[in-house]
């Protein structure tokens, strides 16, 4: 099993840990840093940045955060392969089933090995509080990687069933691949559990691109509206937004400087990517699958297109039409003008914005029952942001003031997650499933046909070298 040799030779050689605190590119200093030489403070440091080499997909030459950013889009039917058509465009998820799992257990490995070996050391090895938030950080990236997992292999909206998540909560050996799947309760309890772990102890303060109690906070938060578990985690939400506040963050005033000038530098940025040293210049490198340069692989969907109409953001996402596209599509450029040059900014990527926090808790409120007017008002901040005021005729504002029920309103909020989120973290996929029943999905996208399709099936491989794993997720053949 690929994932298998992975685990373990993740546990023998620590992740290729990279030991600089500022640059994920830098060399190691140590190729075999391990939960067993983690040995202080310093060290435990290079195993962390080992697991943020991890959550950011990378290798020497550039991180790989395009999945996070495309796959979701193509399954929502926002984004689209730039000359023909890719299975994730027609929800044909028997075509693929492993974007996600390779990626998310690697980076559990990691975060697991950083876990072991720094409660293995006594508290005066750190300064201060440093052991519990080196622990809190891992704990943040391994409920970021069961978290991915749930919401692409497990039944997420469904929080009785069975069909939960493999979490691992130890450094994988040869003796503990072995494991049951979880139910959607238990992976849901076990992400939380961590996620309390972070906003108690994680740092106040950190780089934005290392997490922090506040990214704590936000990802708790969209875990918490995805389980949509009633009144007490909406209310649960709407607090984590007023607190993340106390974080200092800031809606960017403009936001098209977030992707074009300003990056990991903008208040708005709870948590992002940072690119490999020399990223840019890569022939691969991200942007350069957006624009028509190098390639243009990855396009803006007619779909999308409409939705931004009257919209201002249309302008800056949406470049000239696709002539080589099979459908009609038209250039992505929310990271890059078409004609312009790769810069470390364009290949930035963002796991957590405060754009996302102000619309999960206007979500909340409409769930809870809460005062339209409310909701309404952190939409139009949003929008403001993006150039959209009261003014007579600005179709997009008088689309939120017009919505005078919840569902029309959570249609908006989804409307807006899409126009502000899209080809970041699959957040206009999640929203999708979340917000519409199947039929109103149906209609949306009507290459979904059934449930099924909200979910991937797990790899193949897992069942050979796993079968203690459980079922295979319906609607999927068991091989």
Not at 41 to 67: P, R
Not at 382 to 390: M, R, Y
Request: charge should be neutral; include cysteine.
């Amino acid at each position: 099993m690929k994932t298998l040799y992975k685990y373990l030779a993740l546990a023998l050689l620590g992740t290729t840990i990279y030991a600089c605190k500022k640059e994920l590119g830098a060399l190691p200093k140590n190729a075999k840093v391990d939960a067993n030489t983690i040995l202080d403070q310093a060290t435990a440091q290079i195993a962390l940045n080992g697991a943020y080499y991890a959550f950011a997909n990378a290798t020497m030459a550039q991180t790989n955060w395009q999945d996070h950013q495309v796959v979701p889009g193509m399954l929502s039917g926002y984004l689209s392969y730039g000359y023909s058509s890719f299975a994730e465009e027609k929800n044909d998820n028997t075509e693929f089933s492993s974007h996600y799992w390779d990626e998310s257990y690697i980076l559990l490995n990691a975060a697991n090995g950083v876990i072991k070996g720094v409660n293995a050391l006594p508290d005066q090895k750190f300064v201060g509080n440093r052991k519990k938030e080196v622990i809190a950080e891992a704990h943040f990236l391994r409920a970021y990687a069961h978290f991915k997992l749930l919401c692409y292999y497990g039944e997420w909206y469904h929080p009785e069933s069975n069909f939960g998540i493999l979490l691992r909560d130890e450094l994988s050996t040869l003796g503990n691949i072995t494991k049951a799947r979880s139910t959607v309760k238990e992976s849901y309890d076990f992400i939380l559990a961590d996620l309390d772990d972070v906003i108690a102890n994680g740092p106040v303060s950190n780089p934005s691109y290392y997490a922090t109690r506040w990214a704590g906070m936000a990802l708790k938060a969209r875990v918490l509206i995805s389980r949509r578990g009633g009144a007490a985690d909406y209310a649960e939400i709407i607090s984590l937004a007023e607190q993340i506040k106390n974080g200092g963050f800031v809606l960017e005033p403009n936001v098209q400087d977030i992707f074009r000038s300003k990056g990991l530098g903008s208040k708005e940025v709870i948590l992002g990517i940072k690119p490999q040293s020399g990223q840019e210049m890569n022939a691969y490198s991200k942007t350069r699958q957006y624009w028509p340069g190098a390639s243009f692989l990855f396009t803006a969907t007619a779909a999308l297109n409409t939705l931004l109409k009257d919209d201002p953001r249309q302008a800056w996402i949406i470049g000239g039409y696709n002539p080589k596209g099979l459908s009609e599509s038209y250039f992505f450029t929310k990271y890059i003008a078409v004609g312009g040059t790769p810069t470390v900014t364009s290949e930035t990527d963002y796991a957590l914005r405060l754009t996302e926090v102000y619309l999960l808790k206007a979500e909340a409120i409409v769930r809870s029952g809460g005062d339209l007017a409310d909701a309404k008002a952190l939409i139009h901040e949003v929008q403001a942001k993006a150039g959209i005021t009261a003014t007579i005729n600005n179709v997009p504002y008088l689309a939120v003031e017009n919505a005078t029920t919840s569902a029309a309103l959570l249609k908006e909020i989804f409307n807006e997650d899409v126009k502000s989120l899209v080809g970041e973290d699959g957040l206009e996929w999640l929203a999708l499933l979340r917000i519409f029943s199947l039929d109103e999905v149906k209609k949306m996208k009507p290459t979904i046909l059934t449930e099924a399709q909200y979910i991937l099936p797990v790899p193949k491989t897992e069942f050979t070298y796993n079968p203690a794993f459980g079922l295979q997720n319906p609607g999927y053949s068991a091989f």
